[in-house]
């Protein structure tokens, strides 16, 4: 992999109460860490040790010799080290609190993939969205006014509300805490040391990528 690609590896950071907040690439990481406005956090042998960037930079011989195969790594002009996992952030407290956005993705994960009419689980590709009242008669796209819905009712409803159609919801539409189709992609092993800091490795758009 180029070093390019290297330093745009995902570092997640946690801000001083070691909460997670956000994903960032592995270059804006190591400015952080020369501006000293950040700390690298390692697990090892499940102790959390925290290093400083010259602290790092001392044992990268030990980390190609010992994990060689656990980290990404970037030549310094000097030195080889390892793209850090985590940082955390030393003057940072807020914590952002999670939002779950409005996408078709996120929409077919909160109905599992069922029809909100006729209760049938569908491929994404013969799902459709629908508008419970119709954009012609002022509905709007919102968490509470779009439904999955299969090509055959959704034929059936046209342009009408569920009432105007004689249909039924199988249940009331919600907005969503957590988003099931963000679940965190921890299968590298370098992502490992994430876990500890995610809420059953799930997360909001502000650490995962559409």
Request: aromatic share 8%; charged share 25%; proline share 4%.
């Amino acid at each position: 992999m180029s070093e390019a690609l290297i330093l745009q590896e995902r570092v997640l950071v946690l801000n001083r109460g070691y909460s997670a907040i956000r994903l960032i690439p592995a270059r804006q990481a190591f400015t952080l860490l020369c501006r000293k406005a950040a700390e690298i956090i390692s697990i090892e042998d499940g102790n959390y040790l925290t290093y400083g960037l010259h602290d790092w930079i001392d044992v990268a011989e030990l980390q190609k010799r010992c994990e060689p195969d656990q980290h990404r790594w970037i030549q310094l002009p000097t030195v080889k080290i390892a793209v850090p996992k985590i940082i955390r952030l030393l003057m940072y407290d807020k914590f952002i609190k999670p939002e779950v956005r409005l996408s078709r993705r996120n929409l077919y994960a909160r109905d599992t993939n069922k029809c909100q009419y006729c209760g049938k689980r569908f491929s994404a590709s013969d799902l459709t969205l629908d508008h419970i009242v119709p954009r012609v008669q002022g509905g709007g796209n919102s968490w509470k006014n779009l439904v999955c819905a299969c090509l055959r009712c959704n034929t059936k409803k046209g342009g009408r509300t569920p009432r105007q159609a004689n249909m039924q919801l199988i249940r009331q539409p919600f907005k969503p805490s957590k988003c099931e189709s963000l679940r965190v992609r921890i299968g590298l092993a370098q992502y490992e040391s994430w876990k500890s800091f995610l809420d059953n490795a799930y997360w909001s758009v502000e650490l995962i990528d559409e």
